[in-house]
Nanobody
Framework: QVQLVESGGGMVQTGGSLRLSCAAA????????MGWFRQAPGKEREFVGD????????EYTDAVKGRFTISRDNAKNMLYLQMNSLKPEDSAVYYC???????????????WGQGTQVTVSA
């Protein structure tokens, strides 16, 4: 099993940038598709984007396309989320997650980190 720990959250002004990291412990990280999700207060958790096990492909929800970039370094067991041009509506707890199979569109992500808070002030 893989354990996931997010870091890099914080408070930033509108238009600013943050880079979230997700450290994975366990030898199966490189076999997992990895994703980022977020949950704002009073809302359901939503899919942000994901990346294939080898980094060859990514997909994003429309709300973040062109602003967020997901990358991974399998040699370091690390996943990243670069967030640019942040908006107040991006404020949420951000989670990284792992998926073994059938992972398109945020489905079947069953390995979760504890989350990191991102707050974007107006």
């Amino acid at each position: 099993q893989v354990q996931l720990v997010e870091s890099g959250g914080g408070m930033v002004q509108t238009g600013g940038s943050l880079r979230l990291s997700c450290a994975a412990a366990g030898r199966t990280f490189e076999s997992l598709a990895m994703g980022w999700f977020r949950q704002a207060p009073g809302k359901e958790r939503e899919f942000v984007g994901d990346i294939a096990w080898n980094g060859a492909s990514t997909e994003y929800t429309d709300a973040v396309k062109g602003r967020f970039t997901i990358s991974r370094d399998n040699a370091k067991n690390m996943l990243y989320l670069q967030m640019n041009s942040l908006k107040p509506e991006d404020s949420a707890v951000y989670y990284c997650a792992g998926c073994i199979a059938y992972c398109a569109n945020g489905k079947n992500f069953k390995i979760w980190g504890q989350g990191t808070q991102v707050t974007v002030s107006a």
